[in-house]
């Protein structure tokens, strides 16, 4: 018989800057007096991002949130946007708080992104833009999506929330696109406690993203739309330049992570893996397994309650639909007959503990466990 975990096991754990180094980062910022307003450390931070993400123009802001947001009104969307609802509830929100309508395009049952052949039937005279999130870091089909927003003058804006460090042949996830958001909550495989970042084309569309973030103001004097307060503090923008340092060993440790997992869970009917795809440097930023009851014998519920009582902390990413919340779930693009693989495939995911200081053996056990609980 396996024994619970002594100590709950999380579905992550956040990377953590090396204190004398941080605390030599603070010793620069305490000497600036400045802890806030656009100082060197955001500054520096924005200039190791571009390098790293391969872009040219790169703003940080104090959360992913409020940079979706801000990349509304960027881009001047308006009426409809068309979006997943197989994602994190800060995608179809952000669009709300634009007073902007979020249209659900269902999902492809492989890599969870948006079906790009069912996006067509949704576009009307009000769609100002399609709004994809490259779901747990594997990219959506950008060329297709790009094709069709050229061919009905659509704007294209990536939630890349999950996607940090991505690259399709060769290409960082960052070109794709209008604009992308990155999130850097402490969740997230790189962070900045809180923070995210939006990456441009447009050199003008950086400009505005920087004044809409300090309340609208453009130099000085002159405020010219209203903005809000999205800036990125000086200690933050520090944790940020020294754990892009550990980003590359972190997807390292992950990848060994992540195939340990596969290997050992190969053999567990009705328990579905991922893959990785041919050109794609993945990041590994969620292990996400597929329930099928069928096979495996207990629904993805009943194993997440059973892995509870061992003290594995799995997370049902992503359930409930962002379609089915209260809120957007009365919508037509939200009904169910319309959302069928969506509405399948929240129902059989589950994300299992995954970061780069993880141990083996831990992998090890919580495969045991998921095989021992399909035996009863
Ligand atoms: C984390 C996340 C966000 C929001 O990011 P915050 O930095 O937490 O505001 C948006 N979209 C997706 C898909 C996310 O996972």
Known sequence: MLEPFAKPLYITQPLLPDMDEMNEML???W?????????NMVKQL?????AYLNTDFLSV??????????????????GEVITTPFTFAATAHSLAWNNIKPVFCDIEEDSFNMNT???????TQNTTAIMPVHVFGYPCNVEKIQQIADKYGLKVLYDAAHAFGVKVNGKS???????SMFSFHATKIYHTIEGGALTFKDPYQKERADSLRNFGIRNGENVMEPGTNGKLNEIQAAV????????????????EITNLYRQLLKEVPGIITSKDIDGVDHNYSYFVIRVDKAGYGLSRDELYDKLLEYNVIARKYFYPLCSNFQCYKDFPSSQKENLPI?????????SLPLHGRMQKNDVEKICAIIKAIQKG
């Open 31 to 39: 000497a600036s007096k400045q802890l806030s307003n656009n100082g």
């Open 240 to 255: 940020g330049i020294l754990l892009l340092k550990q980003v590359e060993s972190e997807i390292e440790s992950r990848k």
């Open 61 to 78: 802001f104090s959360n992913g949130t409020v940079a979706l947001q801000l990349a509304c009104k960027v881009l001047r969307l308006s």
């Open 173 to 179: 996830i960052a070109d794709f696109g209008d604009i």
């Open 27 to 29: 010793k620069v910022i």
């Open 46 to 50: 924005e200039k190791d991002l571009s």
């Open 117 to 123: 052949d069912r996006i067509e039937s949704l576009i």
């Open 342 to 350: 969506a509405n399948k495939i929240s129902d059989m995911v589950l």
